[in-house]
Protein backbone atom coordinates (compact mmCIF):
# COMPACT_ATOMS: atom_id res chain seq x y z
CA UNK A 1 0.00 0.00 0.00
CA UNK A 2 1.38 3.75 -0.67
CA UNK A 3 0.42 4.93 2.16
CA UNK A 4 2.81 2.43 4.51
CA UNK A 5 5.51 2.68 1.88
CA UNK A 6 5.78 6.79 3.30
CA UNK A 7 4.24 5.42 6.92
CA UNK A 8 1.25 7.78 6.81
CA UNK A 9 3.36 10.87 6.63
CA UNK A 10 2.81 12.41 3.13
CA UNK A 11 0.12 12.72 0.65
CA UNK A 12 0.62 9.67 -2.11
CA UNK A 13 -0.06 10.91 -5.44
CA UNK A 14 -0.58 8.24 -8.39
CA UNK A 15 -0.29 8.47 -12.06
CA UNK A 16 -2.92 7.02 -14.48
CA UNK A 17 -2.38 6.06 -18.31
CA UNK A 18 -4.03 8.17 -20.46
CA UNK A 19 -1.77 6.84 -23.48
CA UNK A 20 -1.56 3.91 -25.57
CA UNK A 21 1.43 1.23 -24.84
CA UNK A 22 4.80 1.66 -26.13
CA UNK A 23 5.04 0.18 -28.99
CA UNK A 24 1.89 -1.72 -30.52
CA UNK A 25 0.24 -1.76 -27.08
CA UNK A 26 -3.57 -0.69 -26.77
CA UNK A 27 -5.22 2.56 -25.39
CA UNK A 28 -6.78 2.72 -22.13
CA UNK A 29 -10.65 2.03 -22.42
CA UNK A 30 -12.93 4.29 -20.26
CA UNK A 31 -13.89 1.71 -17.64
CA UNK A 32 -9.67 0.88 -17.54
CA UNK A 33 -8.87 4.12 -16.75
CA UNK A 34 -11.69 4.47 -14.27
CA UNK A 35 -10.79 0.82 -12.39
CA UNK A 36 -6.80 2.28 -12.19
CA UNK A 37 -8.13 5.67 -10.43
CA UNK A 38 -10.13 3.56 -7.81
CA UNK A 39 -7.38 0.92 -7.74
CA UNK A 40 -4.96 3.91 -6.73
CA UNK A 41 -7.04 5.38 -4.49
CA UNK A 42 -7.33 1.98 -2.55
CA UNK A 43 -4.00 1.87 -2.57
CA UNK A 44 -3.86 4.88 -0.61
CA UNK A 45 -3.40 8.01 -3.09
CA UNK A 46 -4.98 11.48 -2.44
CA UNK A 47 -4.14 12.97 -5.52
CA UNK A 48 -4.19 11.47 -9.64
CA UNK A 49 -2.51 12.49 -12.55
CA UNK A 50 -3.28 11.42 -15.90
CA UNK A 51 -0.45 10.91 -18.25
CA UNK A 52 -0.41 11.65 -21.16
CA UNK A 53 -2.31 14.41 -23.02
CA UNK A 54 0.36 16.28 -25.00
CA UNK A 55 3.27 14.92 -26.70
CA UNK A 56 3.85 11.19 -26.97
CA UNK A 57 0.15 11.09 -25.74
CA UNK A 58 -3.34 11.54 -27.23
CA UNK A 59 -1.16 13.94 -29.92
CA UNK A 60 -0.43 10.41 -31.20
CA UNK A 61 -3.58 9.14 -31.53
CA UNK A 62 -4.56 10.36 -35.23
CA UNK A 63 -1.82 8.55 -36.79
CA UNK A 64 -3.62 8.38 -40.12
CA UNK A 65 -4.15 4.42 -40.09
CA UNK A 66 -7.91 4.27 -40.93
CA UNK A 67 -10.89 6.55 -40.92
CA UNK A 68 -11.11 6.71 -36.91
CA UNK A 69 -7.83 7.87 -36.67
CA UNK A 70 -7.83 10.57 -39.07
CA UNK A 71 -6.62 12.95 -40.32
CA UNK A 72 -3.13 12.26 -38.87
CA UNK A 73 -1.25 14.48 -37.31
CA UNK A 74 -0.68 15.80 -34.10
CA UNK A 75 -2.94 19.07 -33.65
CA UNK A 76 -5.73 17.06 -35.54
CA UNK A 77 -8.95 16.38 -33.52
CA UNK A 78 -9.79 12.43 -35.09
CA UNK A 79 -12.54 10.83 -33.85
CA UNK A 80 -10.69 8.75 -31.73
CA UNK A 81 -9.02 11.63 -29.38
CA UNK A 82 -12.61 13.29 -29.41
CA UNK A 83 -13.98 9.88 -27.88
CA UNK A 84 -10.33 9.21 -25.75
CA UNK A 85 -10.55 12.76 -24.04
CA UNK A 86 -14.39 12.20 -23.26
CA UNK A 87 -13.41 8.68 -21.28
CA UNK A 88 -11.14 11.07 -19.40
CA UNK A 89 -13.40 13.61 -18.99
CA UNK A 90 -15.91 11.22 -17.95
CA UNK A 91 -13.83 9.48 -15.24
CA UNK A 92 -12.75 13.23 -14.14
CA UNK A 93 -16.39 13.57 -13.59
CA UNK A 94 -17.36 10.98 -12.17
CA UNK A 95 -14.25 11.89 -9.45
CA UNK A 96 -15.20 15.53 -8.92
CA UNK A 97 -18.61 14.12 -7.90
CA UNK A 98 -16.97 12.50 -4.91
CA UNK A 99 -14.85 15.01 -3.95
CA UNK A 100 -16.36 15.66 -0.76
CA UNK A 101 -15.80 12.28 0.53
CA UNK A 102 -12.58 11.75 -1.50
CA UNK A 103 -10.92 14.54 0.62
CA UNK A 104 -12.44 13.10 3.95
CA UNK A 105 -9.97 11.39 6.67
CA UNK A 106 -10.76 7.68 6.39
CA UNK A 107 -12.71 5.51 8.53
CA UNK A 108 -11.10 2.96 10.13
CA UNK A 109 -14.12 1.98 11.98
CA UNK A 110 -17.30 0.86 10.00
CA UNK A 111 -15.94 -1.89 7.82
CA UNK A 112 -15.47 -4.89 10.02
CA UNK A 113 -14.55 -7.53 7.62
CA UNK A 114 -13.51 -8.20 3.77
CA UNK A 115 -12.59 -12.03 3.17
CA UNK A 116 -11.02 -11.39 0.26
CA UNK A 117 -8.58 -8.89 1.68
CA UNK A 118 -5.44 -10.24 -0.36
CA UNK A 119 -7.78 -9.65 -3.61
CA UNK A 120 -10.22 -6.41 -2.72
CA UNK A 121 -8.65 -3.33 -1.73
CA UNK A 122 -11.18 -0.73 0.29
CA UNK A 123 -11.03 2.58 1.70
CA UNK A 124 -13.97 4.26 3.76
CA UNK A 125 -14.52 7.86 3.94
CA UNK A 126 -17.55 9.84 5.85
CA UNK A 127 -18.91 12.51 4.40
CA UNK A 128 -22.51 14.57 3.99
CA UNK A 129 -24.35 12.09 6.31
CA UNK A 130 -23.56 9.21 4.26
CA UNK A 131 -20.29 6.64 4.13
CA UNK A 132 -18.44 5.53 1.16
CA UNK A 133 -16.63 2.63 0.52
CA UNK A 134 -14.65 2.36 -2.31
CA UNK A 135 -13.22 -1.15 -3.04
CA UNK A 136 -10.92 -2.45 -6.22
CA UNK A 137 -10.40 -5.95 -7.45
CA UNK A 138 -6.66 -6.15 -7.92
CA UNK A 139 -5.92 -9.11 -9.39
CA UNK A 140 -7.26 -10.57 -12.89
CA UNK A 141 -9.22 -12.91 -11.63
CA UNK A 142 -13.22 -12.18 -11.07
CA UNK A 143 -14.07 -12.30 -6.85
CA UNK A 144 -17.29 -11.86 -4.87
CA UNK A 145 -16.30 -10.96 -1.35
CA UNK A 146 -18.65 -11.10 1.23
CA UNK A 147 -17.79 -7.57 3.09
CA UNK A 148 -19.22 -6.67 7.15
CA UNK A 149 -20.40 -3.52 8.44
CA UNK A 150 -20.66 -2.40 11.54
CA UNK A 151 -24.35 -2.53 11.95
CA UNK A 152 -26.77 -3.55 9.40
CA UNK A 153 -26.67 -0.45 6.54
CA UNK A 154 -30.46 1.06 5.84
CA UNK A 155 -28.97 1.23 2.23
CA UNK A 156 -26.59 0.46 -0.34
CA UNK A 157 -26.23 2.28 -3.75
CA UNK A 158 -23.96 1.47 -5.82
CA UNK A 159 -22.59 5.49 -6.81
CA UNK A 160 -22.98 5.60 -10.49
CA UNK A 161 -24.07 2.99 -11.41
CA UNK A 162 -28.04 3.21 -10.92
CA UNK A 163 -28.38 -0.28 -8.40
CA UNK A 164 -28.21 -0.56 -4.93
CA UNK A 165 -27.36 -3.80 -3.34
CA UNK A 166 -29.23 -5.45 -0.12
CA UNK A 167 -27.65 -6.77 2.68
CA UNK A 168 -27.90 -9.29 4.74
CA UNK A 169 -27.83 -8.31 8.31
CA UNK A 170 -24.20 -6.54 8.43
CA UNK A 171 -22.70 -8.32 5.40
CA UNK A 172 -23.53 -8.14 1.80
CA UNK A 173 -21.69 -9.26 -1.34
CA UNK A 174 -20.90 -8.25 -4.90
CA UNK A 175 -19.16 -9.27 -8.04
CA UNK A 176 -15.60 -7.63 -9.32
CA UNK A 177 -14.48 -8.26 -12.37
CA UNK A 178 -10.64 -8.16 -12.99
CA UNK A 179 -9.28 -4.95 -11.95
CA UNK A 180 -12.76 -3.66 -11.27
CA UNK A 181 -13.75 -1.19 -8.92
CA UNK A 182 -16.99 -0.13 -7.39
CA UNK A 183 -17.85 2.75 -4.95
CA UNK A 184 -20.81 2.40 -2.09
CA UNK A 185 -22.75 4.74 -1.11
CA UNK A 186 -23.66 3.60 2.27
CA UNK A 187 -26.66 5.20 5.00
CA UNK A 188 -26.31 3.86 8.53
CA UNK A 189 -29.46 3.06 10.42
CA UNK A 190 -31.05 5.06 12.47
CA UNK A 191 -29.44 5.64 16.16
Not at 36 to 48: E, F, P, R, V
Not at 154 to 172: D, H
Request: proline share 6%; aromatic share 10%.
Amino acid sequence: EAQSAVQNSRPVLTVIQEFGGFGSGPWPTQAQMRNMSYIAITSGANGLLYWSIGQGGLADICDGSDGYHSPSGESSWCQAKVDYMGYLTNVITELASLQGPLSALDDTVDLTGNNEASSIQTRVKSYGGAKYLIASNITSGTVSPILTWHDTPASIAVYNESRSITPSGPTFTDSFGPYAAHVYQIIDPPN
